[in-house]
């Protein structure tokens, strides 16, 4: 099954275009119990081969991606227009990629997602 069909797995969606949402880039958190570490998947939406990227990581590995990839997004010289977080068991979250560099919003998601060493989904 596709991290992206995967109701279990944390999902961002990074908006491009709001009237095409076939070129958002997407991004798949999965926690794998068995070896203690998370997957996270890559899609640019662009790209016309829907090449997927994949990286593997622990806890303390993925809140620096995180933290990077928002603070990144939110100072991007050719932003993303939002961008949209599906977390299981709450609401979809959409925020423009500009009011990612407020401090409160980042330390809000970076708790909010279940990304610490041991989460289960």
């Known amino acids: 099954m596709s ?10 969606r990074v908006i491009r275009n709001i009237d095409n949402s076939n070129t958002d880039d997407k991004i798949a958190i999965k ?28 806890g303390n590995n993925l809140d620096q991606y995180l933290k990077s990839l928002f603070t990144l ?16 068991a709450m609401p979809c979250i959409l925020y423009k990629t500009s009011d990612l560099a407020k401090k409160n919003i980042i330390d809000a998601l970076m708790t909010i997602m279940p990304i610490t060493n041991g989460a289960t989904y």
Not at 3 to 12: E, G, L, P, S
Not at 34 to 53: C, F, H, P, R, W
């Open 3 to 12: 991290a992206f069909k995967d109701n279990c797995a944390i999902q961002i």
């Open 31 to 58: 926690y794998d119990e068995m070896e203690d570490n998370y997957t996270v998947t890559y899609l640019d939406g662009t790209l016309k081969s829907a090449t997927i990227q994949t990286l593997t990581m622990d």
């Open 73 to 88: 997004l939110s100072l991007d010289d050719d932003p993303f227009h939002n961008i949209q977080f599906n977390i299981p």
